[in-house]
């Protein structure tokens, strides 16, 4: 008998983090899921994590990997579970981040209150205290406690609009939306990682039913080594926003059912100081205010 949660978790060379996470999954008081542990291609003791939990709870957990042990991204990681997925929902967890208990049980409740919801998430506790840190709580999305409609959270919603986005570790899917939007970008590999999500995300606002929820499901543990910290660092935030924006206007082209009038002129928008180089410098300043966004 299939669960009705599949928990997908993607990992490449976590082994710091990796234990944490899959046992904040394990300790969850609604038990009718299973573990995908998805590696993309680690080369340090991460795989030897993942199986000693298969070897514990084979019914349960399942351990996936490319074909030869290849890395392929994030984004390639996060479809072979979907793939693999045998649940109704889908919910994931990145190695380096930590469910709380309630999580699991709060959010399939949700589903079944508003059957038209396709996607959901919370409020984020941005974790720094577990290297001493100060931690902040981020409501999600820009209203919450009520399905959204499409279009309406990609105008609201970073990075064509104002209000936080989700985190990844956040979200549940069902399935079969997450098959119908053809699952993550593959092309977002290297730095462009940092956008995965948002072409992901971007595709679910652009026709799905979405819920942001004012309870707080998940601590997302901010550290140096994080994909977020590395681009920032490298000051390649620009070159990737920008890739995100006309990948976004690509997709759009091709779909002129999605065409609504509203996205149409926010990416003009946005793709504005990309399109007139004098405008470069607002665009810094936008990006500054970003970060600080990010990082708060």
């Known amino acids: 008998m299939n669960s009705r949660v599949s928990v997908v978790t993607i990992f490449y060379n976590a082994a710091e983090f990796l234990g944490d996470a899959i046992e904040s ?36 957990i399942r351990y996936l990997q490319h ?21 109704e929902l889908i919910a994931f967890i990145d190695a380096d981040d930590r469910w709380r208990p309630g999580k699991l049980a709060e959010q399939v409740t949700l589903f079944d209150c508003f059957p038209e919801v396709e996607a959901s998430c919370g409020t984020v506790n941005y974790w720094r205290s577990w290297a001493g840190g100060e931690d902040e709580l981020v409501p999600t999305g820009h209203v919450r406690n009520t399905p959204i409609k499409a279009p309406e959270a990609i105008l609201a919603l970073y990075p064509l609009g104002k209000s936080a986005a989700p985190c990844p570790s956040d979200l549940m899917i069902r399935r079969t939306t997450a098959v119908a939007i053809g699952g993550f970008e593959e092309g977002f590999t290297g730095a462009l990682q940092l956008y995965e999500d948002q072409a992901f995300l ?29 681009v920032s660092k490298d ?10 924006l006309e990948w976004l206007q690509a997709y759009l082209a ?14 003009n928008r946005a793709l504005i100081p990309y399109r007139y180089p004098r405008l470069r410098q607002p665009l810094r300043a936008a990006g500054k205010l970003v970060r600080k966004i990010t990082r708060s």
């Open 25 to 60: 999954v394990l300790g969850q008081g609604y038990r009718d899921f299973e573990l995908l542990l998805v590696d993309d291609g680690s080369t340090d003791a991460s795989a030897e994590i993942a199986l000693a939990h298969v070897q514990g709870e084979s019914d349960r």
């Open 67 to 87: 074909p030869c042990g290849e890395n392929r991204g994030a984004a390639a990681a996060r479809n072979l579970g979907i793939r693999e997925a045998r649940g």
């Open 202 to 230: 971007a595709k679910l606002y652009l026709e799905g039913t979405v819920y942001f929820d004012e309870r707080c499901w998940l601590d997302y543990r901010r550290h140096d080594a994080s994909c977020v910290a590395t």
């Open 235 to 244: 000051g390649r935030y620009d070159e990737v926003r920008r890739h995100f």
């Open 254 to 267: 091709e779909r002129p059912d999605l065409q609504h009038p509203g996205v149409i002129g926010a990416l």
